[in-house]
């Protein structure tokens, strides 16, 4: 099977520094996938890449079949993103901002895009909070219609951005089951960049490992898998949470 984001060389260079070289991996469809790494490795780089915004200064990305590079016009409806924040428009109801993408980028009637935006909201299970404004729901209640927002354009791919940031454990639970409920049901392919290693053990079927040091890729496989068997210091260290 043709993966659904193949990633060959791919290299970022600022100036005189080298955020990181030579990154190479696939993830396949229906995949949840997380990139994982500590502060300035490039995880939020990396993802800027994948979405298109930031052209790498070397190496292939395609998503999808389509360069990042060549055709990023085709990348950017393939996929949906879910920011760290939210970043829910606060001057707007949940039904209008995830109805927002809809405006944008359909010729569907009000009547429609508001009928799906109502969908989709009760797939992330706030139906009935579709008349409030961001300032008037909870943390955890955010990050879910962030996510329906993503899904407005029903892309294959979705890209969230520390999901679980800023939630107690049992809303990030939950949050966790909604990942792995959308993953069942519309076969969405999940990419994660997250710090959360409860999360990544919950619902992460392989991960990415950057280190800053090392400015590249320093693990790729199945979380339980690199916990236990880790020979580079980084990656025991943070998979089992002690010191390098």
Do not use: W, Y
Request: net charge neutral; hydrophobic share 50%.
């Amino acid at each position: 099977m043709t993966p659904i984001i193949s990633i060959r060389g791919a290299t970022q260079i600022f100036g005189a520094r080298t955020i990181f070289k030579d990154v190479s991996f696939d993830i396949e469809q229906g995949e949840i996938f997380a990139i994982l790494g500590g502060s300035g490795c490039g995880k939020s780089t990396l993802l800027r890449q994948i979405i298109g915004l930031l052209p790498p200064t070397a190496g292939q990305i395609t998503v999808a079949g389509h360069s990042v590079t060549d055709d990023v016009a085709a990348v950017r409806r393939t996929i949906g993103v879910m920011f760290q924040s939210g970043a829910l428009f606060g001057s707007m109801t949940l039904l209008e901002n995830v109805a927002l993408p809809l405006a944008v980028f359909t010729d569907l009637p009000a009547s429609a895009r508001e009928e799906v935006a109502r969908i989709k909201l009760a797939l992330v299970g706030l139906a009935d909070a579709a008349p409030r404004l961001p300032a008037e729901i909870s943390g955890g209640m955010v990050k879910r219609a962030a996510i329906a927002r993503a899904l407005a354009l029903d892309p294959p791919i979705l890209l969230l951005d520390e999901p679980s940031a800023g939630l107690d454990p049992v809303t990030s639970a939950g949050l966790d089951r909604l990942i792995l409920e959308l993953r069942a049901t519309l076969g969405t392919t999940f990419v994660l960049v997250t710090h959360e290693l409860p999360s990544i053990f919950a619902i992460a079927g392989r991960c990415a490992m950057l280190d800053a040091t090392a400015q590249g890729l320093i693990a790729l496989g199945h979380p339980r898998e690199l916990q236990a068997n880790a020979t580079s210091p980084m990656v025991k260290a943070f998979f089992n949470r002690e010191m390098p």
